[in-house]
């Protein structure tokens, strides 16, 4: 199979994690694109705001399409979550799959600072999309040349979608609908469960 890898912190999932795992998944045409939740990311000093099972849930919420999974896998390994560990793991567990990693823009833009990064590469193609008016394709292929010669990229351009995790947070902390920014069952779930409030 086609796999896809997604991670993040997912806290909360939106609509525009969605919008870049369907456009991976048409791009790619993947066969599956497992949604992992980081338990411990590396590269953030701010811990996750909200409990891993309503994380979880907001996930199942946000990504209801079949050929999503969400994954556990780096909610039940201590410490750091680190990239390599969970492809080490699913290339263990699926030998003959093809994995790919996807990525946001941002993230490709100090790909060579990741940890064991060389390593990644051996194990998947990195994929990541340009969003319009952020980064463009012209810019992460120039650093993709400069920076990882000769490496498995592939980057694509969509049109944006603005919104962004840190962005909700403060709306609902403010006390602001956040109904055009995610499913409304993901947003009545926030509100019921009180998550957010203090930002």
Known sequence: MRVGVFGGSFDPPHNGHHYLGVCFHEQLMLDQILVIPAGQPPHKTNHIRIPDRDRLR????????????????????????????????????????????LVGADMLLYFDHWYRWRD???????????????????????????????????????PPLPVSSTRIRQKIAAGENIDNLMPAIAADYIRQKGLYREE
């Open 120 to 158: 990644i590469l051996e194990n998947c193609t990195l994929c990541a999309i340009a969003r319009d008016g952020e980064h463009d394709a012209e810019e992460l292929r120039r650093y993709a040349d400069e920076k990882l010669i000769g490496e498995k990229v592939r980057i694509f351009s969509v």
């Open 58 to 101: 907001l996930c199942e919420m946000v990504f209801p399409e079949s050929y999503f999974t969400i994954s556990q896998i780096e909610l039940h390994r201590a410490g750091k979550s680190y990239t390599i560990d969970t492809l080490t793991e699913l290339k263990k567990n699926h030998p003959d799959d093809v994995f790919f990693l």
